[in-house]
């Protein structure tokens, strides 16, 4: 799971998502919810990005202007905890909080 710290890394993972599916993952090092998510990505990051499935995380606190255009940028609502799933640059799929789970993405990831 690559550090999304720039707005270049941002851009180019949302480029990238035109030819993969990108997997953007907002995180809250404050947030105990977040920490939960937290394990739950590095569990989908080992089984899917061997897969060429590229995963992003970006940090909501140090690296908020990023995590705001995040948003901004794919048209969606601000969250934290949050995962986005990108294809052909576009948001396909996305869930905050408690509705972050391996199953969930598993599902996402595998269609």
């Not at 739950?40 to 970006?58: H, L, N, S, T, Y």
């Not at 202007?65 to 052909?88: F, N, W, Y």
Request: hydrophobic share 40%; glycine share 4%; proline share 4%.
């Amino acid at each position: 799971m690559e550090a999304v710290t720039t707005m270049e890394a941002l851009e180019s993972l949302i480029e990238r998502s035109k030819e993969q599916t990108v997997v953007l993952f907002k995180h809250s090092t404050r947030c105990p919810i977040s920490a939960h998510a937290d394990e739950e990505m590095v569990k989908v990051a080992e089984d899917f990005e061997p897969q060429g499935i590229a995963i992003g995380r970006i940090f909501v606190v140090e690296n908020r202007d990023v995590s705001l255009a995040c948003t901004d940028m794919l048209g969606i609502k601000h969250e934290s905890p949050q995962v986005i799933v990108l294809r052909d640059g576009e948001p396909a799929w996305n869930e905050s909080h408690h509705a972050i789970r391996y199953d969930k993405l598993e599902s996402v990831l595998g269609q």
